[in-house]
């Protein structure tokens, strides 16, 4: 079983800056893409950025030019860089890894993170 443990979340006013964490554990082989998404109260689930293993990133229109998504392969661990946050990126954060084998021929697999709450006050 492959679980995703997401950190970094909390409260921050507009302006500033947070760095959130995600961390995949369990039997992994390897994971094709990570991502985060986040959903904010009465919205769908949207796809913030998202970075395959061989680290090409792509990123929603809100959070180009402010965030920055990177991955160490290594640690199965993928990170988002925030800033100069906004109220309206006030939402539970989510991690995605995506094609998760646990062995090379393995069927692959997607899992989800819990989610971690940003709160960005005006």
């Known amino acids: 079983q492959v679980q995703l443990d997401e950190s970094g979340g909390g409260l921050v006013q507009a302006g500033g800056s947070l760095r959130l964490s995600c961390a995949a554990s369990?039997?992994?082989?390897?994971?094709?893409?990570m991502g985060w998404y986040r959903q904010a109260p009465g919205d769908q689930r949207e796809l913030v950025a998202s970075?395959?293993?061989?680290?090409?990133?792509d990123y929603a229109d809100s959070a180009k030019g402010r965030f920055t998504i990177s991955r160490d392969n290594a640690k199965n661990t993928v990170y988002l860089q925030m800033n100069s946050l906004k109220p309206e990126d006030t939402a539970i954060y989510y991690c995605?890894?995506?094609?998760?084998?646990?062995?090379?021929?393995?069927?692959?697999?997607?899992?989800w993170g819990r989610g971690t709450l940003v709160t960005v006050s005006s």
């Open positions: 995605k890894g995506e094609g998760v084998r646990y062995y090379r021929f393995a069927n692959s697999q997607n899992y």
């Open positions: 970075i395959t293993s061989g680290g090409s990133a």
């Open positions: 369990g039997s992994i082989f390897s994971i094709n893409a």
